[in-house]
């Protein structure tokens, strides 16, 4: 059986901005430790208030996202989301192919903006054995509640500046998917006194996880 996914004729040239998030493939499983932003989708509604994109907006909610798509250890895959096709007919290398610097700039979203009421992602792949599997992933009901996942304490992000945008990163790995995100959130004070260039955290946040 075979599916395609046919982007709208409008959108194309995004959709291949898109693509470029899938030229990364491996893996590297270390997380950080969960906190209170690291959490399951709660049922609280999203904020219906103004968004600035600033630290004003507390607790940091977000409007819409970047996307991106990555694949380990699947014979194929490919995500249709927001009207468009992501993923590959080749086979993509196991979990442990890359270094923790590469899997870390695969982990990046060049796809967007989203907004985040788009309907679910749709996945059809072939996992390391063959076996072929579909499954769809709501990211709107993921982030149910509209708020930013991070680890930064509000009096660490200067007032004024602005937060720019979340990304939203959809990982099939063999027979799992699993959705993390990560937001650039500049800090008042480097982490790393002798590094100037250290004054933010985009910690990378797992979401969601289901093995199929």
Request: proline content about 10%.
């Amino acid at each position: 059986m075979s599916f395609h996914f046919a982007p709208h004729p409008h959108r194309v040239l995004r959709a291949g901005i898109g693509m470029l998030a899938l030229t990364f493939s491996g893996c590297y499983s270390a997380m950080p430790t969960p906190t209170p932003h690291d959490v399951a989708p709660s049922t609280i509604p999203a904020p219906d208030r103004r968004y600035t994109g600033t630290v004003a907006d507390w607790p940091l909610f977000f409007k819409h996202h970047q996307f991106a798509v990555v694949c380990f250890d699947t014979q194929s895959c490919k995500v249709e989301y927001d009207e468009f096709e992501f993923g590959s007919d080749q086979a993509t290398p196991s979990a442990a192919s890359l270094p923790p610097e590469k899997y870390d700039a695969a982990m990046t979203a060049h796809f967007g903006p989203v907004p985040r009421q788009a309907p679910p992602a749709r996945v059809v792949w072939r996992c390391k054995n063959g076996s072929q599997l579909q499954a769809y992933v709501d990211i709107d009901d993921i982030f149910r509640d509209g708020l930013i996942r991070h680890n930064v304490r509000r009096e660490e992000i200067p007032e004024e500046i602005s937060l720019g945008s979340t990304h939203v990163i959809l990982e099939v790995d063999d027979r799992t998917i699993n959705v993390y995100t990560r937001t650039m959130i500049p800090l008042k004070e480097p982490r790393n006194p002798a590094n100037p260039h250290s004054d933010f955290r985009d910690d990378l946040i797992k979401v969601f996880s289901r093995t199929y």
